[in-house]
């Protein structure tokens, strides 16, 4: 099993629609999780940092389920330049170090 | 302020030769990482530094591939003898910190990536 695992999509939404994805991660040892987006062609921006149970920033919501170790990220009322790819990221202790691992991306597009 | 930086952003290189990146981090940043990225592909870890230790080489994906870093600051990456396989986006970033042990509450892993190196093998 990957140690953090993502859909691929596509998502195909329209415009104004509430989507949500998830991310799970395999190791208990997960510390914190990020969330970043990536246009196309372009370097992956932060997006939201979870460190608690959830975060939350304007049409955004990252929410974090220990019990069953999954994090996900809802936006609302989507718009045409939420298309991207969005990465989950996870924090894992190794030995007396952190790794940070990174999922593979869920591809969002919203239509018009 | 300044974010962070990497030159050159294009590199075209005959296969054998060899290539150095660079990655300007922000300024205080005591992490740095070295990723690629294939066309279409997820983001490969490489390297990261914590000051100028590379704690975890362990994504570098041949002897070819080395990278240093000095002041705490500047990285170069150095490809020897490309392949054609090396073609790929270089990816730098940098945080505050990657801290050790336990008690990692309040320190920031949120990485801030460069605009990237495109590298084509020909």
């Known amino acids: 099993r990957k140690e953090v695992e993502q859909d691929p999509g596509p998502f195909n939404v329209p415009e104004g629609a509430t989507v949500a994805f998830n991310c799970t991660y395999s190791n208990s040892a997960s510390q914190s999780f990020f969330w970043y987006r990536q246009d196309c062609r372009k370097e992956p921006k932060l997006l939201m940092s979870v460190y608690s149970s959830g975060n939350e920033d304007g049409r955004f919501t990252a929410q974090l389920n220990r019990a069953s170790q999954y994090i996900s990220l809802l936006i609302r009322d989507s718009k045409l330049s939420d298309s991207a790819t969005y990465l989950c990221v996870v924090n894992i202790r190794a030995g007396n170090n952190r790794k940070l691992i990174w999922g593979l991306g869920t591809s969002l597009a919203v239509n018009p | 302020g300044a974010g962070v930086s990497q030159s050159p952003s294009n590199k075209v290189t005959e296969k054998g030769k060899d290539v150095e990146l660079r990655c300007d981090p922000i300024?205080?940043?005591?992490?740095l990482y070295w990723y690629r990225q294939s066309l279409g592909q997820g983001l490969e870890f490489l390297i990261y530094f914590q000051g100028n230790s590379a704690p975890d080489k362990s994504g570098l994906p041949s002897d070819r591939f080395s990278a240093e870093r000095t002041g705490g600051s500047v990285s170069t990456l150095t490809i020897q003898r490309t392949q054609q396989e090396d073609s790929a986006v270089y990816l730098c970033a940098s945080s505050l910190a990657l801290g050790g042990g336990g008690g990692w509450a309040g320190v920031s892993y949120e990485q801030y990536f460069g605009p990237g190196t495109r590298l084509t093998v020909t």
């Open positions: 300024s205080g940043h005591t992490a």
